[in-house]
């Protein structure tokens, strides 16, 4: 976890910024997990018609890597201009 997220909370007992820290990883955690599950639940109802076969075809392949991308550029996307945003730097679109 990045110790500046802390830098507010000098005055806690030590003890207490250990438990912040564990929260705010577990929260990092929880956040990373749902943003791969609305990825794969995302891509694989867009991309995958039926279940022919145990693998996906070329299409299917073709349309869940595309569909990845986008929604990996786009969540970093959010994550930079939220950290603009955050730092009062916000950048004209």
């Given at each position: 976890?990045?110790?500046?997220?802390?830098?507010?909370?000098?005055?806690?007992?030590?003890?207490?910024?250990?438990?912040?820290?564990?929260?705010?990883?577990?929260?990092?955690?929880?956040?990373?997990?749902?943003?791969?599950?609305?990825?794969?639940?995302?891509?694989?109802?867009?991309?995958?018609e039926?279940?022919?076969?145990?693998?996906?075809?070329k299409?299917?392949?073709?349309?869940?890597?595309?569909?990845?991308?986008?929604?990996?550029?786009?969540?970093?996307?959010?994550?930079?201009?939220?950290?603009?945003?955050?730092?009062?730097?916000?950048?004209?679109?």
């Amino acid at each position: 976890m990045d110790k500046s997220m802390l830098g507010d909370l000098d005055n806690l007992p030590e003890e207490d910024k250990m438990r912040m820290a564990v929260m705010v990883d577990q929260l990092q955690v929880r956040d990373s997990l749902r943003m791969y599950n609305n990825l794969v639940e995302r891509c694989f109802t867009d991309c995958v018609e039926t279940f022919r076969r145990k693998t996906l075809d070329k299409q299917e392949e073709s349309c869940v890597k595309r569909c990845a991308e986008k929604f990996l550029k786009h969540s970093m996307r959010v994550g930079m201009r939220f950290a603009e945003l955050n730092q009062g730097v916000a950048t004209p679109d």
